[in-house]
């Protein structure tokens, strides 16, 4: 066990078989972090004292810079021993629900789409989340977890639900999808991430997602048509693919109570000319133009979740900038 130091305060925490940033978030404090998988930079650190190596070799998001002033990634640093750091703590990255290791027995797999399947995991150990958090998934005979945000909701903690789109020749994909049989066990690390749903923000919500972004808007929605503080709120729910065949979400929120009154789905597919959009009646373009188009200047009454790849992300949050969305109603982690 390390004991990690952060410099100019009075805090002190134990780091057992972690990174720098996982145990601080498990101990309750506001570290810094997005992705968690040493792609965004947004957990660096200063070491002062110490030594750590790193879980991912050469991480993508440190540069020759980070390295000459002594700056690591918490998300994938692992200490040698004691640690005196220096990183600024705010409480906006405080986790409600600690995080926590456990084993999930894959329970169910159900095809969405030719390439997104959900997949079910019971959790030995139960694991509250709140909607649009993810978790660290260790797919069997895969070098480091991935990200993947849960699809169900929290409250219980004992399920897992993830709906995934399967990535040409991804590692941890390619595992899930063609190596896990129900009954199979993995290791799970969770909850993790900030995109959560505001329950404490009086605004209707819209929901934009595109490809692998299904999962955390079903789960936010799920939601936020259950929740008392937000029963008159209206939820606009846009999603986006290539072709017909992408497109999926509906029979999700067909389930919720209010549907096709206070929520709405609009599907969008940006592939107009693919052979296979023929007959296609729907919205067609990208989902950020698409929901520009739908409510314009009233975007700015929206609290925004969005998910997706990360150009579909840059889009969106180009798009609302646009709309003077402020910032504090714009919720998304960003997936690498
Ligand atoms: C916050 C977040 C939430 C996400 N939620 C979803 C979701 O709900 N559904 C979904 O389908 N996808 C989601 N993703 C994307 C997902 O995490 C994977 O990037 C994607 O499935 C491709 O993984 P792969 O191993 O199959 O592909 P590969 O191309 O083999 O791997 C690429 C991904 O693995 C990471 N990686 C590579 N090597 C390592 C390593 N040694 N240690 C750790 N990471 C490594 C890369 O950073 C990259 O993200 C999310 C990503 C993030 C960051
Ligand atoms: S690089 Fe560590 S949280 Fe993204």
């Excluded at 004992?158 to 590692?171: A, K, L, T």
């Excluded at 209010?258 to 789905?265: L, P, V």
């Excluded at 990208?286 to 520009?292: K, R």
Aim: charged fraction near 25%; charge should be negative; aromatic fraction near 10%.
């Amino acid at each position: 066990m390390a004991k990690i130091t952060i410099i100019k305060s009075d805090i002190v925490y134990d780091c057992v078989s972690d990174t720098i940033t996982r145990a601080a978030t498990r101990a309750g404090l506001g570290f810094p972090y997005e992705c968690n998988v040493g792609e965004c930079g947004n957990c660096r650190f200063e070491l002062i004292e110490g030594e750590v190596s790193y879980l991912r070799e050469n991480p993508p998001a440190i540069t020759e810079r980070d390295a000459e002033r002594k700056r690591y990634l918490g998300c994938q640093a692992v200490p040698h021993g004691d640690c005196t750091i220096k990183v600024p703590l705010r409480d906006h990255y405080k986790s409600k629900h600690l995080p926590k290791k456990t084993r999930g027995v894959l329970t169910e797999a159900i095809d969405i789409t030719h390439d997104i399947r959900e997949f079910r995991f019971k959790l030995s150990e139960p694991a509250k989340f709140l909607a649009g958090q993810y978790g660290l998934i260790s797919a069997p005979g895969v070098e480091g977890a991935r990200a993947y945000s849960m699809s169900n909701t929290g409250e219980t903690g004992e399920e897992w639900h993830f709906q995934i789109r399967r990535v040409p020749n991804g590692r941890a994909t390619g595992s899930l999808f063609d190596g896990m049989k129900i009954g199979d066990s993995l290791d799970l690390d969770g909850p993790y991430g900030m995109a959560y749903l505001r329950e404490d923000a009086p605004r209707d919500i819209l929901c934009l997602g595109g490809g692998s972004g299904l999962s955390p808007m079903v789960s936010i929605s799920r939601a936020a048509a259950h929740s008392a503080a937000l029963a008159g709120q209206n939820i606009y729910f846009v999603y986006g693919g290539r072709t017909p065949r992408d497109i999926c979400g509906e029979e999700f929120l067909r389930e919720l109570p209010g549907f096709g009154e206070r929520i709405h789905y609009t599907p969008v597919i940006s592939m107009v000319d693919d052979p296979t959009s023929a007959g296609w009646t729907g919205k067609t373009g990208f989902v950020h133009d698409v929901a520009e188009e739908m409510f314009g200047e009233k975007l700015a009454n929206f609290e925004v979740y969005f998910a997706g790849p990360p150009l579909m992300a840059q889009s969106v949050t180009k798009m609302l900038i646009k709309a003077k969305v402020p910032g504090s109603q714009m919720h998304f982690d960003q997936f690498y």
